[in-house]
Structure formats: structure tokens, C-alpha cells
């Protein structure tokens, strides 16, 4: 009788216990491993190297500094471990990575420490784009940000098809910073790649593989032949970039449509006030022909927008709605009346959100023109999310418009979101 490895035991069992498909870990395993907090590495039985992320203590993972820094130490015992192919997924059910970790940011007033912090992450991300084997990054869920990122750095990429891809930074003030804007930009249709990172809307996988974005859709039980086929160089790459994307490496083509998405950005936001997506398009228009300057420039930009007040402010409004929204979930809390100060894209999906879970809101801004376009897009949110029209109109009748702001009085949490211009903070405080 074959005498039993408690070793690859302890290991299948570890793994197995997870909906996800998983790797078989070989008997033998590569010597030189070493034992990570955030990421387990496991060599199956084909020689291929499975890198499964599972940040410690949290539902979800992020790319935080421990996490990249592990991740730098892995590739290079991966290397050494000479495998078929590399294997990048989640072990969280949940989904795959929902991006940078934002909380590491908020306290960055410094160009240089931006720029430090984004060039090891480069770096990290260049060793694997650079790994001597076939990468395979395996998406289920959410592949977001910089999880998208580090994904567009793997030579193929695989996804379940409910998995969500994109780049959502432009809801923070900022665009994508982790080579996020030149790799997608090289393997995708260019129009499609800028109005993904323009809108930070999100592609759903199927949509997403006509894009360039994503190799193969399967399901997690095709997920094992999948990489096998990707370790023997057998899967087929996806090639969306086309005809037109050869044409606007052409400057004045380029430079064009450019111009044509600059003319729908100002229609939404003035740059003055929102930079990055103005940002982001002169990024293209400039460098869309030259990769090694593109990806100079998405550094350079992002920097300055990391330390801007546009940025500051938005993301202290995004973990002002996290807030909320924890709210809703059972949190003690005494707050029935939420005064929202500023209508523009986060004042008013605050504003909404919080009347979606319950709370009496009072939105206010300037004139009655600026907070109608809010109160659109709730009416909107509230069809997707709200299936009664009794419900419906319930939440409707919770959210108030208030240009007199009339609701500083009876409000128990103000949240200001005004665009940090001192003529328009001016303006709305004069009638508060």
C-alpha cells in the first residue's frame, strides 16, 4: 500500500473547500516556497504554479503594500521553481481583486511618495508581465482596478461569465495608474478601451472578450483544461484592436477623436473642476503611437492627480457612502435625516443611496438646475433596485430637493461634496 502524504492532504483539503476550481497539488512540492500571509503558491500535478491571493482577514482583496510586497517575493521563488506556466486567482469566492487599496492613499500629499509608492507596484507588475512562462490570470466575480491591472499584465486571461471587468478611477477623481491606461490601450480597440476607463462603467466578461479584454469565457469546470491549454500555448489570443485601431495610431485620427470625447466630457463636468478624464484623453491624444512614453505620461498624470483636491475630496465622499452604507446593515446609530451639500456625480449618488436605505434626505446645491440631474439619476437607481412602485415611490418622496437648505436644521450627519473651488464653496455656504 501506497504509503500516504499527509502534506497533500492537508493541502487538498485546504483548497477544496472552496466552489472555485482549484489546483491538484503535486506530491512534490518546489522547495524554496515560502509561507506567505496574503498569498498560498501550490504546484499541480501538470507543472504549473498556481499564485492564489486570499488577503488575510478581509471578505475581499485589495493590492495593499503587503500584499504587492509578498506578491515581488513570489515571483522571484517562482522563477526559480521553473515552472510550465503561472497561475494568478483569487481564493476567495467572492470574486478576484477589487482594486488598490484606497485607505493607503488618503493620506499622500507628496508627489514623490505617490510616485515611489506606483513605481514598486510597476516594477512588481513588470516581473510578471516579463515571467519566463505563460501567465494566466483566472477571473471569476469582479476584476476591478487594480486587480484589472495586474490581470493585463498575465499573457492570458480567463474569466467565469458573470465576472465584472473595469476601471472604475475615474469615479475617484483619478484614471488608471498601474499601467492600466497603455496595456489596455495596446490590446484593445482604442475607442473602447478609452470609454471604459471614461465612463468607469464595468464590462460584463462576454462583452469584455470581444473587447480584447478577456482570452476565453468559460465555466469554473473548463476552468483546469482552460490552463492547460494556455501553459501549451494552444489557447487562441483575442485580437480586437483591428482596422481602427490601426488607423488611429495615426496622430491626426488620433487627435480627432480625441477632441470628440473631450467635447463629451465637458458636456458632463468642466475640467477645471474634474481633471481626470481630461487627463486621461490627453495621455492618448499625445502618446497613442508610443508606448514608453504613454506609460511615462499615466504615471505623471496620476501622481498629480493622487495629490489634487478633486481626488481628496472624492474619495473622502466614497468612504463617506461606504460609511452609510454600513449604516443600513445594523450599525447603532441615531441618524434618520442625511443633509447632502453639493449635487454633482457623488453628492448626488450619496443622496440617493441614502434614501435607497431608508434615510429622509435633503439635497442641496446652488439652483434647482443642478440638483435635477441627481434627482434623475436616483429615479433611475431606485427602478433597478426597488421592484414595488409603492416602494418606489416611497423612496422617491424621501430624497428632497433643497436649495434654501432648509434640512441643515433638522439633519443629524451633513456631508458636504462641493468641488473644492473656493468661488462655489462660497456661494453654497452663503445660503446655508
Known amino acids: ?115 515611489k509608492s506606483l513605481q514598486d507596484a510597476l516594477t512588481i507588475f513588470d516581473k510578471l508581465e516579463n515571467f519566463p512562462a505563460p501567465t494566466i490570470a483566472l477571473l471569476h466575480k469582479y476584476c476591478l482596478g487594480g486587480g484589472l491591472e495586474l490581470a493585463l499584465a498575465c499573457k492570458y486571461r480567463i474569466a467565469t461569465p458573470d465576472t465584472k471587468l473595469g476601471f472604475p478611477e475615474v469615479l475617484l477623481g483619478l484614471h488608471p495608474g498601474l499601467a492600466g491606461v497603455w496595456r489596455s490601450l495596446r490590446i484593445m480597440d482604442p475607442v473602447n478601451a478609452m470609454t471604459m476607463m471614461l465612463t468607469g462603467k464595468n464590462l460584463i466578461a462576454k462583452k469584455a472578450k470581444r473587447q480584447g479584454l478577456v482570452d476565453l469565457v468559460a465555466e469554473e469546470r473548463h476552468f483546469a483544461d482552460a490552463v492547460r491549454a494556455a501553459a501549451a500555448g494552444t489557447l487562441k489570443k483575442t485580437d480586437a484592436k483591428g482596422t481602427k485601431g490601426t488607423v488611429l495610431n495615426f496622430g491626426p485620427a488620433r487627435s480627432l477623436v480625441a477632441s470628440q470625447m473631450e467635447k463629451q466630457t465637458a458636456s458632463k463636468a468642466k475640467k477645471k473642476h474634474y481633471p481626470a478624464p481630461y487627463s486621461l484623453i490627453d495621455i492618448w491624444r499625445e502618446h497613442g503611437d508610443d508606448v514608453e512614453e504613454m506609460r511615462k505620461a499615466e504615471t505623471d498624470s496620476f501622481v498629480k492627480l493622487m495629490v489634487g483636491d478633486t481626488s481628496k475630496n ?119
Open 1 to 115: 500500500m501506497r504509503k500516504i502524504n499527509q502534506k497533500r492532504l492537508d493541502a487538498l483539503a485546504e483548497l477544496t473547500v472552496s466552489e472555485l476550481a482549484l489546483p491538484r497539488a503535486a506530491d512534490k512540492q518546489p522547495k524554496g516556497l515560502s509561507t506567505y500571509k496574503h498569498w498560498r503558491a501550490v504546484m499541480d500535478t501538470d507543472n504549473i504554479l498556481w499564485l492564489l491571493i486570499d488577503k488575510k482577514g478581509v471578505s475581499a482583496n485589495t493590492l495593499a503594500e503587503p500584499v504587492l510586497r509578498e506578491l515581488d517575493q513570489l515571483l522571484d521563488e517562482a522563477k526559480k521553481a521553473t515552472p510550465k506556466a503561472l497561475v494568478v486567482r483569487s481564493a476567495k469566492p467572492a470574486g478576484f481583486i477589487a482594486g488598490a487599496e484606497i485607505s493607503e492613499f488618503v493620506d499622500m500629499t507628496d508627489e514623490n511618495e505617490v510616485r
Open 314 to 432: 472624492l474619495v473622502r465622499a466614497f468612504f463617506l457612502r461606504d460609511k452609510l452604507k454600513s449604516y443600513a446593515k445594523g450599525t447603532t446609530h441615531n441618524i434618520k435625516h442625511v443633509h447632502v451639500i453639493g449635487a454633482g456625480v457623488m453628492g448626488g449618488d450619496i443622496a440617493a443611496w441614502s434614501a435607497l436605505r431608508g434615510f429622509t434626505v435633503t439635497l442641496q446645491d446652488r439652483e434647482i438646475k443642478y440638483i435635477a440631474p441627481a434627482i434623475k439619476r436616483a429615479n433611475e437607481l431606485f427602478k433597478k433596485r426597488i421592484y414595488t412602485e409603492g416602494e418606489r415611490r416611497a423612496a422617491n418622496d424621501r430624497l428632497m430637493p433643497d436649495v434654501k437648505g432648509d434640512g441643515i436644521a433638522k439633519a443629524d450627519l451633513i456631508i458636504e461634496v462641493v468641488p473644492e473651488n473656493p468661488e462655489i464653496k462660497a456661494s453654497v455656504y452663503a445660503d446655508c
